[in-house]
């Protein structure tokens, strides 16, 4: 009985918190930190970006078109280029996911932006609304469902794009599937992939939950039209 290799939940709980970097909580705690930085810098920088775009319509085209060309860049060669300057830390994957999600985000701002009828732009300029008053409490609010739906994308993509750094040693989760390649073994994959998809999930339903919370007229309006 004891010679037989460990099951699924043996193996959890002998590699969960054994005090050294591979644990499966210091690999979580990573993928985690590698996840959110990146979901929320390309936030940051993509709103004024994608102001900027709405307020300047020439500079869409090339923000666009260069933005696709990072996003078409495999992510593995950009981590290797970047060692050289970045070095093997977390910065080096942290990087090229803010630009993936810039890339999906811009696009995002400028089109929930776009959304924004004229009619109520119009009426919130004859109501004495100033332009960054307008933009915060009307133009914002209604672009809200659009630039969270490209969120969800950036989310999604860069919970699953981090475990792609445990090729040079900073990958998170992904650090299972190196240790199972290493070493054939299964529960590495299967718990790998488990917490993973569980990420995804859990930060998928945040910013729906989000959207609920800072979108209640759109429920409301499906309430009436029920």
Known sequence: ???????????????WDTGRVDS???????????????????????LPLGLACVRWRWLYQPTAGFMNVVYALPSLPVFMLLISVTGLSQTTVIIPLTFY??????????????????HVRQSAVAMGFTPLR???????????????????????????LVSVGAL???????????????????PPVIVGIVLIVALALIADGLIVLAQRLLTPWVRARKGQGT
Not at 25 to 39: A, E, F, G, K, Y
Not at 144 to 160: D, E, Q, T, Y
Not at 168 to 186: D, E
């Open 1 to 15: 009985m004891g010679d037989g290799p460990p099951s699924i939940w043996e193996w959890i709980a002998r590699n």
């Open 168 to 186: 040079i040693g900073q990958g998170g989760l992904g650090g299972l599937f190196t240790r199972a390649y290493q070493n054939p073994f299964m």
């Open 101 to 118: 999600g810039m890339a999906v985000l811009i696009p995002a701002v400028v089109d929930g932006l776009g959304s924004v009828p004229d």
């Open 24 to 46: 499966i909580r210091n690999l979580l705690t990573d993928h985690l930190t590698m996840s959110l930085v990146p979901i929320l810098l390309a936030l940051v920088m993509a």
């Open 134 to 160: 307008r933009l915060l409490l009307v133009e914002l609010p209604i672009a809200v469902p659009v630039v969270l739906a490209g969120l969800r994308v950036v989310a999604v993509s860069s919970i699953s």
